[in-house]
């Protein structure tokens, strides 16, 4: 069954601390993983797009990590802000056409002062 | 400025009454999509248009309808054969369909209440 399971489900951090959330997943045949931030009552905001080849991307602070063999990603912010709060999202694609992309239930962090 | 519009950002239903979402985007994207979310799961996909006069059912797709009769919109209705339609709807689009390494736009997305 195709599946994407996200860790922590939330996750409270200080203001200036780093964190490393993570997802795995069990889709095949892959095609490409995203993640994304959703602030509350918001729409999704992309941060970054990996294809099988690639192992790390970086958008400013924030950079992920993909290990197609494991299947597995991470996301690791960087110095947080408490405008990192917010919900952020592991999706991922499979390839081969007919379109089907499986959402992950999230991570909700929030950044205190 | 370039963007996809969802409107109502609140929508209340009354039981049996069909309600419609407006989803419109000035991207010129080719493909958009409609998504459900609800507390603590993944969105689902309800249906998804690639081109102008054509679209296909989703995952979730049982009690929801669209049109596609423009590039720039996709409206969704709410029928009242849906039998659990509170939650929170995102609209999104696509230079070309999102199976491709391409990126995903949302818009601010519409909750649905029925009172």
């Known amino acids: 069954k195709n599946q994407v399971e996200q860790s922590p489900q939330s996750l409270i951090i200080l203001e200036g601390k780093n964190c490393t959330l993570q997802c795995n997943y069990t889709v095949s045949p892959f095609s490409n993983l995203r993640w994304y931030k959703q602030d509350t009552g918001r729409g999704p905001v992309s941060l970054t797009i990996m294809t099988f080849s690639e192992n790390t991307k970086s958008n400013g602070r924030y950079t992920a990590t993909l290990d197609a063999d494991t299947k597995q990603s991470s996301l690791h912010i960087t110095a947080s802000q408490l405008s990192d709060s917010a919900s952020y999202i592991c999706?991922?694609?499979?390839?081969?056409?007919?379109?089907?992309?499986?959402f992950g239930a999230g991570t909700r962090l929030f950044v205190k002062a | 400025d370039g963007g996809i519009t969802q409107s109502p950002k609140y929508l209340f239903r009354k039981e049996g009454q069909n309600v419609t979402l407006s989803c419109e985007q000035n991207l010129n994207h080719d493909a958009m999509y409609w998504y459900r979310q609800d507390p603590g799961q993944g969105l689902r996909l309800i249906y998804y248009?690639?081109?102008?006069?054509?679209?296909q059912k989703g995952d979730i797709a049982e009690g929801y309808s669209v049109s596609r009769e423009k590039k720039e919109s996709f409206p969704l209705t709410v029928t009242s054969a849906q039998k659990n339609p509170t939650a929170f709807y995102l609209c999104a689009s696509s230079i070309r369909p999102a199976d491709t390494n391409t990126e995903a736009f949302f818009g601010q997305g519409t909750r649905l209440t029925v009172v």
């Open positions: 248009s690639q081109i102008v006069n054509d679209f």
């Open positions: 999706v991922v694609s499979l390839a081969g056409g007919g379109f089907k992309t499986i």
